[in-house]
């Protein structure tokens, strides 16, 4: 069984930036794929970023150039550094992991864009 829990949410004005951690438990946290999505209120989940076990990142177009995905497997934990928000960016980030026994998702974390 995995737990995922995200942390690093808040309240930003635009320009800023914010880095969402997601913690997972576990002891073999660094084979599987990792992913960040959001959903904004009314819209659908969306990918935000991936990254493999083995590093390669993907993105959706709309955050290219200002976030980036990254993971440390001896924390357990993938994070989300978001630079340049936009009010855009308003939505609540998930974290989700892919393994053999089925996808985890994360409770999901608020990310308010606003001036």
């Known amino acids: 069984q995995v737990q995922l829990v995200e942390s690093g949410g808040g309240l930003v004005q635009p320009g800023g930036s914010l880095r969402l951690s997601c913690a997972a438990s576990g002891n073999i946290f660094s084979i599987y794929p990792m992913a960040w999505y959001r959903q904004a209120p009314g819209k659908q989940r969306e990918l935000v970023a991936r990254i493999t076990s083995g590093g390669s990142t993907n993105y959706a177009d709309s955050v290219k150039g200002r976030f980036t995905i990254s993971r440390d497997n001896a924390k357990n934990t993938v994070y989300l550094q978001m630079n340049s928000l936009k009010p855009e960016d308003t939505a609540i980030y998930y974290c989700?992991?892919?393994?053999?026994?089925?996808?985890?998702w994360g409770q999901g974390t608020q990310v308010t864009v606003s001036s």
């Open positions: 989700k992991m892919t393994t053999n026994r089925g996808t985890y």
